[in-house]
């Protein structure tokens, strides 16, 4: 089984300031992780997703994320944000079977709000 | 990336009567999709998982009998929230994944808020 940790709730940030959101995930078997975003009253926008390859994973919207195998974390991160960027962040994981299609676990989410 | 609609957006109903909400795969076809639950400020909790030509797949302590599923085509799933009470009131999300060889993503729905009074 598979769980999502997202450290912070709620993340404050003033504009053209970089941001990180934090998240931890457990899981007995190889995972895939995602980053979504979800806007008021809308559904979810893949950010970006890690399956295999480069740690190092770039999205859009000028986020990156880095997966982190030993401390099993997969942290979102902006260089600058805009007050366009605020919004509902849900990091998510599935398991990393062979074939058909997974499941996603997500995290509690964290609100990021990005001040003027 | 694929579109997934979901209809209607929002739907405000009476205790005791039956709500159907639509989820439809608009350029592809989707032999699975995925059914979400989402109270205020929390986290997306999967329902059950519906498959085209088969039942659906209920996750644990999600009741069948008042969540019917019905997965009618390759491009349409249904949820019928059954006698639907207050607590039932909640945001509703669809998704179709890729396969997992295909990169496993999930194209999410645009969500149904359901108000039953």
């Known amino acids: 089984a598979q769980s999502v940790t997202q450290l912070d709730s709620q993340v404050p940030v003033f504009e053209e300031a970089p941001v990180e959101l934090r998240c931890n995930y457990s899981s007995s078997v190889s995972v895939y992780l995602f980053w979504y975003v979800q806007y008021p009253n809308q559904g979810l926008q893949l950010l970006l997703k890690y399956l295999s390859g480069s740690t190092l994973v770039k999205g859009i919207n000028g986020f990156e994320a880095e997966f982190n195998k030993s401390q099993t974390s997969f942290h979102l991160r902006k260089p600058s944000v805009h007050i366009s960027d605020t919004a509902e962040y849900f990091c998510a994981v599935s398991g990393h079977l062979s074939g058909g299609y997974n499941k996603l676990i997500f995290g509690a989410g964290t609100r990021l709000a990005v001040h003027p | 990336g694929a579109v997934v609609s979901q209809h209607p957006s929002w739907v405000i109903c009476k205790s005791g009567t039956s709500v159907k909400i639509e989820c439809r795969s608009l350029?592809?076809?989707?032999?699975?999709m995925f059914w979400y639950r989402q109270f205020p400020k929390q986290s997306l909790m999967l329902m059950a998982t519906s498959n085209e030509g088969s039942k659906a797949t209920y996750e644990q302590g999600v009741e069948k009998d008042k969540f019917l599923i019905n997965h009618a085509s390759l491009t349409l799933s249904t949820l019928t929230v059954t006698s639907a009470h207050p607590e039932d009131s909640s945001f509703y999300i669809c998704?179709?994944?890729?396969?997992?060889?295909?990169?496993?993503?999930?194209?999410f729905g645009p969500g149904t808020r359901l108000t039953v009074l």
């Open positions: 998704s179709a994944p890729t396969p997992i060889l295909a990169g496993d993503e999930q194209f």
């Open positions: 350029d592809f076809q989707a032999t699975t």
